[in-house]
């Protein structure tokens, strides 16, 4: 028997804009039974996470939705055993809004890096996965934006790149797969930033099985 | 312009000059015909009104002879005979009267000789022409079958380059400064793949990770093993372990650990075979180590640079007999045959003395027992976190190993032991799921005390390792210093109750006392609920009237 315990925290940030409206409920129904993927995928293997929980941020566009309604943030479940709050939370969220092309999806990441990441384990990994199937609005933008923007977001990329590389997360720990189109600035992301891994996606596709087993491969390979 | 476009406006040009030249000769050559037709016919018509119109037969003898005069034909036999032996057989009969006639028809009525040309003149042309004419014609031909050769094999060259050239079907992005990038080939015109087709022929078919060491190079030490297990059986993408002797005083150990991660992806050799790219990368090292060991090349081992650049153009080289499926993934981290590398050299070069060299890239690691110090690290693993108690307890992402990507450095360290000393090389599967670094120390000693000869320390060792390890685990073990398993035994012996009592047993109690209070909070917080429960309960009892 493992003489070490594996904790795996999982934040998934989700574009909840219209153009997700085909494959939101495939989104959803992947997310719910994630826990049981991931189990299976890590007997094949004959490995073993001791805890997993797991976290959603809901995000749209906050130039266009408004902050309250462009970056929605749950806390960490455990899974199995709260997968009733999951999917009540899975299932309160539909596709609407985003206006113009760009999403508020680097405020998203920059949410999830500031999750209550666990300290628990002998062994974690701290990953965020990023669905989305537009390119981001950069981060200079919210300096001339009057309206209401979240606290302590980096003001630029490489403020960004910084929070990424700094300690706001475990550097051990963290991992960052991003699902989305070859657009800026997630190919530049994935260039730069150590531990982050692109998968490109179609637009207007979003997710498909695959992406969901590349998720698995990385958490089962990196354990 | 390209050399085929300017060839075959030559070519084009050539052909419609001769085509001329000889559609304008073949006029004249008609035109010739024609007036001698039309006399003919004249003359045919005038013979005929002064013939006997009920004697056709001495029109039809007639008409021979004078076919027979105007092209002279010596030998006509051969082209007229047909006609002859059709005519029936009442002409013959009347030969005499047609001749008869016919001298009336040359020598009273008919010269011709100042209206047409005569037969031999004109037979003559025309033989003159046909002659030119073929003689034009031979070469025009030659000419044409050369330039119809020449065309089909520069269409081949051309066609064959066309299919080599990597901007065939691509896919041609705009970028921002308006110069075109290739993002992506695709041979839109067939399923199949031009560049993989033509690739496949040159990937050089083998095998791997089946190379040995042989008899002369095969470890001749007094006490070594190696370690070789699997996760899943045949799905382990650690390569075999090396223990050789590459002289009687050079002992070299490795192992090589393909990285699951960043090597996940399935690629396929020239061979069929099929395997993650961490597998093959793993045992494309594992068969050059072996084949450097066999060679006796173990100054190679001492130059980290030149090993480098071997590896580093093997690697290139053997990425070529392998065909990549492209995963899509955009990262920092290369991922092309992705390995760790551990190995140490050993010279036992004087009595006392061994002098070490430690090599290595990634997380594999290289051990040096003593009985002063322990299990000693001989290599800093190539993570991220390099603060000494992250790296021995925690998995921080690694920041180099090989990979067909050149992008790579090879650790090296001079060392120098006394003997006795045990040395080991070992993958992470080995040490990393041990609570604690000390905890694998424990084990191999605590194996070592427990066994009664070398196969039996092998033997407990591999079952310790297999029953905590998450992963594929390789370790390679040789001892320099004791000539009997029993001496190396009685040297170690109590060092494991050492390390137990001092490190292990302390952190046992501390987990087991942390379990303990967890119990207990759990124990406390279950009777806090059921107390407020109980409370809340007696409270609504006293305040809520019916």
């Known amino acids: 028997m493992s003489q070490i315990s594996y904790h795996v925290d999982i934040t998934m940030c989700i574009d909840a804009t219209l153009s997700m409206q085909p494959v939101i409920n495939m989104v959803k129904e992947n997310a719910l ?25 809901f995000f749209r566009d906050i130039y ?71 390119a981001a609005h950069p981060l200079e933008k919210s300096a001339s934006f009057g309206g209401e923007y979240p606290e302590g977001m980096p003001k630029d990329f490489s403020e960004f790149v910084e929070m990424w590389e700094g300690q706001t997360m475990d550097d051990v720990a963290k991992r960052m797969l991003i699902f989305a189109p070859n657009k800026d600035p997630w190919p530049t992301i994935a260039e730069t930033c150590d531990e982050v891994f692109m998968i490109e996606s179609q637009a207007g596709k979003g997710l498909v099985d695959k992406h969901w087993d590349e998720i698995l491969k990385g958490i089962v390979n990196s354990v | 312009m390209s050399r085929f476009k300017i060839f075959f406006y030559i070519f084009f040009i050539v052909f419609f000059f001769f085509q001329k030249s000889l559609l304008a000769e073949n006029d004249q050559l008609k035109s010739n015909f024609s007036s001698q037709l039309v006399s003919l016919e004249i003359e045919l018509k005038n013979i005929k009104n002064q013939l006997n119109p009920n004697d056709e037969n001495a029109f039809y003898f007639i008409v021979i002879d004078l076919l027979n005069e105007i092209f002279n034909i010596q030998e006509n036999t051969s082209a007229l005979d047909p006609i002859i032996n059709e005519a029936p057989e009442s002409i013959e009969e009347t030969e005499d009267s047609f001749i008869q006639g016919e001298e009336t028809f040359q020598s009273e009525n008919y010269d011709t000789s100042n209206e047409i ?87 050089e078919i083998k095998t791997y990770g089946q190379s040995l060491i042989n008899d002369e190079s095969d470890f001749k030490g007094e006490i070594g093993f190696t370690i070789f297990t699997e996760k899943k059986v045949k799905k382990g993408e650690d390569s075999k372990p090396i223990l050789s002797s590459i002289s009687n005083l050079e002992t070299f150990l490795s192992v090589c650990d393909g990285l699951g991660g960043a090597g996940a992806a399935e690629i396929t050799a020239a061979s069929g075979q099929k395997n993650t790219g961490a597998y093959f990368g793993a045992n ?53 045959l992705p390995t760790t590398f551990a190995g140490m050299k050993i010279t036992n070069s004087e009595k006392n003395i061994l002098s070490v060299i430690s090599l290595w890239a990634g997380d594999s690691r290289n051990y040096a027992i003593t009985l002063e110090n322990g299990l000693q690290m001989c290599s800093i693993d190539d993570v991220k976190d390099q603060d000494p108690i992250e790296l021995l307890t925690s998995d921080s992402p690694m920041n180099n190993y090989i990979n067909a990507e050149g992008k790579f450095s090879i650790n090296f360290k001079k060392l120098e032991f ?8 070992a993958t992470d599967g080995c040490f990393s799921y041990f609570s604690s670094p000390m905890y694998f120390e424990f084990i191999i000693l605590k194996a070592l005390e427990e066994s009664k000869n070398v196969d039996g320390w092998k033997k407990k060792l591999q079952e310790e390792i297999q029953s905590v390890t998450q992963d594929d685990a390789t370790l390679s073990l040789c001892t320099f210093g004791w000539d009997s398993y029993q001496n190396l035994q009685q040297t170690f012996s109590g060092k494991s109750q050492l390390i137990y009592d001092q490190y292990i047993k302390p952190s046992k109690d501390s987990i087991d006392e942390l379990d303990r209070l ?25 305040r809520i009237k019916n």
């Open chain 1, 64 to 134: 266009h939705d408004g902050l309250d309604e462009a970056l929605m943030e749950t806390d960490f479940v455990e899974l199995p055993n709260e997968k009733e709050t999951f999917r009540d939370w899975l299932d309160s969220v539909t596709a609407s809004g985003g206006g113009d092309l760009p999403e508020s999806s680097l405020e998203a990441l920059a949410a999830a890096m500031k999750s209550d990441w666990t300290r628990e384990g002998d062994k974690r990994r701290h990953l965020i996965v990023m669905f989305t199937d537009d």
């Open chain 2, 284 to 336: 494309i090292l594992y068969d050059f180590l072996v084949e450097k060991c066999n060679e006796k090349k173990s100054s190679l081992f001492e130059d980290p640079d030149q090993l480098k650049n071997e590896i580093k153009i093997l690697f290139e080289s053997e990425s070529e007999n392998f065909e990549f499926t492209s995963t899509g993934i955009i990262s920092k981290k290369p991922s092309k």
């Open chain 2, 418 to 425: 006394n003997k006795p000393v045990i040395f080991l090389t």
């Open chain 2, 117 to 203: 040309i005569s037969p031999e003149e004109f037979n003559n042309d025309l033989k003159q022409e046909t002659n030119y004419l073929s003689t034009k014609n031979f070469f025009l031909y030659i000419f044409l079958a050369a330039t119809v050769i020449l065309s089909v094999f520069f269409i081949i060259k051309f066609a064959q380059r066309k299919s080599l050239d990597p901007r065939r079907n691509s896919r041609i992005k705009i970028n921002t400064d308006n110069e075109p990038t290739i993002i992506e080939e695709v041979d839109i015109l067939s399923s199949k793949d031009t560049k993989s087709e033509n690739k496949n022929q040159s990937r």
């Open chain 2, 518 to 542: 967890k119990e207990q909070l759990k124990t406390h917080e279950d009777l806090h609920k059921k107390n407020i429960k109980t409370g809340i309960s007696n409270y609504i009892k006293n």
């Open chain 1, 33 to 57: 039974n994630f826990d049981e993927r991931l189990k299976a995928a890590l007997a094949e293997k004959e490995k073993n996470v001791d805890k997993l929980r797991m976290k959603l941020i």
